[in-house]
């Protein structure tokens, strides 16, 4: 059973194309993170959602907008592709905020290339 | 303002050599601390943490680090480095008296020579 699950693995679309990004966690966790991973492996927190609600907002384009159906999903719908936006993103939860030391389980990624 | 720091962007080491990982936080509040593994194309995963309790954490794979508040210091070691654990290695921190956020370090990338 995969806890953290995210499609797809891969996409690679134009720029200027609109696409979304799936996360399912398993876990029961009260807690959800995006994450963006560039070339040099940088990790930089973009949202978080805690019981659906939005906690974390950074300075992201706002061509970024999450959407948090219920606690077990948090999708990431990107508008107006960029180059720029090329990146691994990571799905990440925790059983709830990161202040009670409860760690984040990850998903494998998406690797999104705009072309 | 609250940090991690990884020493070291890039280590290599032996096969059977010593690993040593180096992770530093700036705040005056001891932090909850972590080290994630990332394996080629996968996902972060988590290797051990220290919250409260004993100083000298025990993860997987023969990994452990210890957690010196004196030295704000959370080095991650393993006594005989093996081919598969070349990987990213992260260190982390969040705090109790700040909720809503991890903290992660730029990444040690390890290397092992055969």
């Known amino acids: 059973d995969t806890a953290v699950s995210q499609t797809p693995k891969y996409l690679v679309t134009q720029m200027g194309n609109d696409k979304s990004i799936k996360c399912e966690q398993n876990?029961?966790?009260?807690?959800m993170y995006w994450y963006k991973q560039d070339s040099k492996k940088f990790l930089k927190i973009m949202f978080s959602?805690?019981?659906?609600?939005?906690?974390i907002n950074e300075t992201v384009p706002n061509r970024f907008s999450p959407k948090s159906p219920d606690k077990a999903h948090l999708n990431l719908h990107i508008n107006s592709l960029e180059l720029g936006d090329s990146a691994v993103y990571f799905c990440?939860?925790?059983?709830?905020?990161?202040?009670?030391?409860?760690?984040?389980?990850f998903g494998p990624g998406t690797r999104l290339t705009v072309l | 303002a609250q940090s991690v720091t990884q020493l070291g962007s890039h280590v290599s080491v032996s096969e059977g050599a010593l690993v040593l990982l180096r992770c530093n936080y700036s705040?005056?509040?001891?932090?909850?601390l972590f080290w994630y593994v990332q394996y080629p194309n996968q996902g972060l995963q988590l290797l051990l943490k220290?919250?409260?309790?004993?100083?000298l954490v025990k993860g997987i794979n023969g990994f452990e680090a210890e957690f010196k508040k004196s030295e704000t210091s959370f080095h991650l070691t393993k006594p005989s480095a093996h081919m598969s654990d070349a990987a990213e290695y992260f260190c982390a921190v969040s705090y109790p008296n700040t909720g809503n956020q991890f903290y992660f370090g730029t990444g040690t990338s390890l290397t092992v020579i055969p």
């Open positions: 705040s005056s509040v001891p932090p909850y």
């Open positions: 876990l029961g966790h009260d807690t």
């Open positions: 990440a939860s925790s059983q709830d905020v990161p202040l009670l030391g409860n760690e984040q389980f």
């Open positions: 220290y919250t409260t309790g004993a100083t």
């Open positions: 959602y805690n019981n659906k609600e939005l906690i």
